[in-house]
């Protein structure tokens, strides 16, 4: 055992596209001053497996990067150099080796809950135990998720079934509609994930849907062709352009430049993307679909539908109706989908729920313009989510990104896309510009975002910091034999702190997080 780390454990891969093992980081550290101890050494270990972590688990990189630097401040890693990116990770430490490792952008809200809640663990106790910290971390890795996969596909038929009415505001048939086509693209996505086409997963599931509506259209739910553009957009909600517009100018705020930057022009591809995938599958049974509307047939009648029809009639339930009352099951299968345990909905609901409510019911005034309510929508929300962070410790990202999926950001970009086809062949349409429609709506989010976390940040990570200035200097921290001494929690220790949790002691540091993540926790005590 090196701290309690098995040579099993020590020649395990870091994971999530990364060979490297945890034994061959530590030989990289064999002549550096953080050789002092194993131990020692192994913190880097653990500093690199959590930054990989939260990126995989779907944490924002600047958020990341706080609560990494944290972390590593706790653990006595003092010179943290850290750039976060979408597919990149670079750590260094001090005079130490630099480390490149691959990473990828997902959202698992259940094993992100658990790892956001070790972090703050680590965060805010000098004294934890590195070993047992990593193999906390490994069983939230390894577990399995909450859902199987037939249950996570039937929760997404019913998000994208939902989001005709939910997101788009369509009617009756639409929801039909929606839900014929969306198990289409759902399928497509599945077999791109079981044969390894991920790269090609956004334009074959377009394509397929391009290919569908048609039919669809003809022969299934017989509605006006306008009515297609809600089925699309249904079909395709999950590839839509929404937290890579928000992240992407909230990260060139604070400073990250590059990383938003990429991410801006990651969503303005990936809508280029989704309007040609469409119009080429559209080119199967779509030919001369709009020869009634224009006049004429040809290429100009046979371009995919980018106006959606006017959102009035008996077919259509009112906006109360929508945001009061069927955003109730829309929100719950958007959880779901997200992999949240049920246990965590009750508090992201709190905050999504009044936060959409609120947002259309500014629309339906008309006494902001747009960009102004899409700021006001998302500070209310953040708002929300921060005091739900400050009571049980769940991220900010958790509560919002449902919220986003159901606004759909990326839904007008796209149709921005698709009129600009129809305009290059003389069809009398007036498209926006869809970059500048795209950023703007970017910006308008990233600015409620970043007010109301700028209110929020100080006063949550207030007692963190009273903490740490008020603590003695530990020897733990600086001295190798107390280090190499030092055992793990015992079961009575870990009940001390959670009892200290629950009544708010001064004489512990804050332990919120240990108190609702009761599952690492057990682990630990076991």
Known sequence: LVCG?????????LGFGNDITEREILQQYANSHLNVTHEKALRVVLVLKLAVTLLEYGQNTVDAELMLGKVSRSLGLDSLALNLGARTVHVSFGSGPAHMLNCSTDIVVDKLLDVAALCKHIAHNRDVDVGQALCVLDNIIDRPLPYGWLLQLINLECVCSWAALAAFMGSWPDMAAAAILAPFALITREFCMRKGLRSLELVLCSLVVGFVAPLVQKHVVQVPLCHVTVWWGCALLLYLPGCELIYGAYEIQFGSTFNGAAQLMAALVRCMLLGLGLTIGWQAFGQDAAAEIIGRGGVAASLVPAQACETTGPLYPSWQVVFGVLNFPMLFHCFVSLNMRVRDVVGAFCVAYPSLFAFMALIQADTLPALVVDAAGIFIATNLASALERWNDTPVCVSIVPMVIILAPGWPSVQSVLL????????????AS???NLALQGAAYAVGLS????????????????????????????????????????PPDASNLLRAARHGSHTQPPMSGVTRRRGWLATAEG
Request: net charge positive; no cysteine; hydrophobic share 40%.
């Open 434 to 436: 869809f970059w500048t």
């Open 420 to 431: 600009s086809m129809q305009k290059t062949h003389h069809v009398a349409v007036n498209p």
């Open 451 to 490: 007010l109301a976390l700028g209110l929020w940040r100080a006063w949550n990570h207030r007692r963190p910091r009273e903490w740490v200035a008020q603590a003695p200097k530990e020897s733990s921290v600086n001295d190798a034999d107390s280090i190499a001494s030092s055992t793990a929690l015992t």
């Open 5 to 13: 780390r098995s040579d099993r454990s020590l020649d395990r891969a």
